[in-house]
T-cell receptor, first 114, second 114 residues
């Protein structure tokens, strides 16, 4: 099975712009979670989508949004970028049901805001 | 709500020496515990997990972790490290009893010195 893929891998934007990141989960997985990773903060949970519905949400401002399509692919959007949004954005997919939250991570998208 | 504390942000250790990466968690309910590893420019990979049963769990590459409920700890150990173990290690916790959100620690960078 192919793993989780994220595009693009690297992105450079300027303050005030918006950005869209894409995540393709492992075939058959219905859950996609997004995390922001920064030095000193670790992984901060953004949100999780399951069967096109947002199931869980972290404590991020409304500038961060996401969606999931019927094929389970997910996109994350950040509007009005700030310098502090520079981070590695990780996507993780999983079956979405079961004994525990089994997650498989993609390589991430490195976003730099200038 | 649960939380995870990784006390050491960086741990340097000489090759073939033993290592322990510390993880403490806080939760008012039963939990599942995980260790993930992140190699440079890659996403996170599950290293090992504790769901129930034996409190000592092992990975295929020689790491082990012990769940200690009284001390609310899940420390990761390896008796002899290799250069290839250089990576960042994340402890994570989730509420047990089905599919739940996962909370990650801030990570510990293990640097193996030749």
């Amino acid at each position: 099975k192919a793993g989780v893929t994220q595009t693009p891998r690297y992105l450079i934007k300027t303050r005030g712009q918006q950005v869209t990141l894409s995540c393709s989960p492992i075939s058959g997985h219905r859950s996609v979670s997004w995390y922001q990773q920064t030095p000193g903060q670790g992984l901060q949970f953004l949100f999780e989508y399951f069967s096109e519905t947002q199931r869980n949400k972290g404590n991020f401002p409304g500038r961060f949004s996401g969606r999931q399509f019927s094929n389970s692919r997910s996109e994350m959007n950040v509007s009005t970028l700030e310098l502090g949004d520079s981070a590695l954005y990780l996507c993780a997919s999983g079956p979405g049901t079961g004994t525990y939250n089994e997650q498989f991570f993609g390589p991430g998208t490195r976003l730099t805001v200038l | 709500a649960q939380s995870v504390t990784q006390l050491d942000s960086q741990v340097p250790v000489f090759e073939e020496a033993p290592v322990e990466l510390r993880c403490n968690y806080s939760s008012s309910v039963s939990v599942y515990l995980f260790w993930y590893v992140q190699y440079p420019n890659q996403g996170l990979q599950l290293l090992l997990k504790y769901l129930s049963g034996s409190t000592l769990v092992e990975s295929i590459n020689g790491f082990e972790a012990e769940f200690n409920k009284s001390q609310t700890s899940f420390h990761l150990r390896k008796p002899s490290v290799h250069i290839s173990d250089t990576a960042e290690y994340f402890c994570a916790v989730t509420r047990s009893g089905g599919y739940q959100k996962v909370t990650f620690g801030i990570g510990t960078k293990l640097q193996v010195i030749p």
